[in-house]
T-cell receptor, first 111, second 110 residues
Framework: KQEVTQIPAALSVPEGENLVLNCSFT??????LQWFRQDPGKGLTSLLL?????REQTSGRLNASLDKSSGRSTLYIAASQPGDSATYLC??????????FGTGTSLTVIP | DTAVSQTPKYLVTQMGNDKSIKCEQN?????MYWYKQDSKKFLKIMFS???????INETVPNRFSPKSPDKAHLNLHINSLELGDSAVYFC?????????FGPGTRLTVL
């Protein structure tokens, strides 16, 4: 069964710093991988989607990479801002419309 | 404009009551889901429907019963609510372009 792990569970950085969030999965037979952001008391907002044939996707200050062979994805956030503070979750999709979520990384950007 | 909507946003009720949460998506997606997020923020799949047919039914108490009247709707009915049912319940839908979530329903059982 697919297992998705996110390390660290919590991260605190000063404003302006570049940072990397990690996502690991045990079975490389994935359809795609998606990164989400969840603000306290809110739903999940999709940030980036990487298809299994892709290596990376970029949106503004965010860059997500995918290495299927090693079962890893990273979310790079450039020039972090206090508004980036949230919990970030990754999810892998396997066949049959099944998604497996990581436990999330809680990010705090200190002004 | 809302892609995936849920009602109600908050639900506070007594133990033993029966309640329903409604979900609608206007994205034209074929697959809809119900997830439960516990106090530790872990998202656990409960059910998945594809074109109104149940395709995923994880181990949840049979007090939980999903109903999909059409592709755009997936409702969740809960009988005999228990304290441990308190959580945030998220509806989601998906197609090739990934998964989209509703805003969540915070259920509190007293």
């Amino acid at each position: 069964k697919q297992e998705v792990t996110q390390i660290p569970a919590a991260l605190s950085v000063p404003e302006g710093e570049n940072l990397v969030l990690n996502c690991s999965f045990t079975d490389s037979a994935i359809y795609n991988l998606q990164w989400f952001r969840q603000d306290p008391g809110k739903g999940l907002t999709s940030l980036l989607l990487i298809q299994s044939s892709q290596r990376e996707q970029t949106s503004g200050r965010l860059n997500a990479s995918l290495d299927k062979s090693s079962g890893r994805s990273t979310l790079y956030i450039a020039a972090s801002q206090p508004g980036d503070s949230a919990t970030y979750l990754c999810a892998v999709r396997i066949t049959g419309n099944q998604f497996y979520f990581g436990t999330g990384t809680s990010l705090t950007v200190i002004p | 404009d809302t892609a995936v909507s849920q009602t109600p946003k908050y639900l506070v009720t007594q133990m033993g009551n029966d309640k329903s949460i409604k979900c609608e998506q206007n994205l034209g997606h074929d697959t809809m889901y119900w997830y439960k997020q516990d106090s530790k923020k872990f998202l656990k799949i409960m059910f998945s429907y594809n074109n109104k047919e149940l395709i995923i039914n994880e181990t949840v108490p049979n007090r939980f019963s999903p109903k999909s009247p059409d592709k755009a709707h997936l409702n969740l009915h809960i009988n005999s609510l228990e304290l441990g049912d308190s959580a945030v319940y998220f509806c989601a839908s998906s197609r090739d372009k990934g998964m989209f979530f509703g805003p969540g329903t915070r259920l509190t059982v007293l």
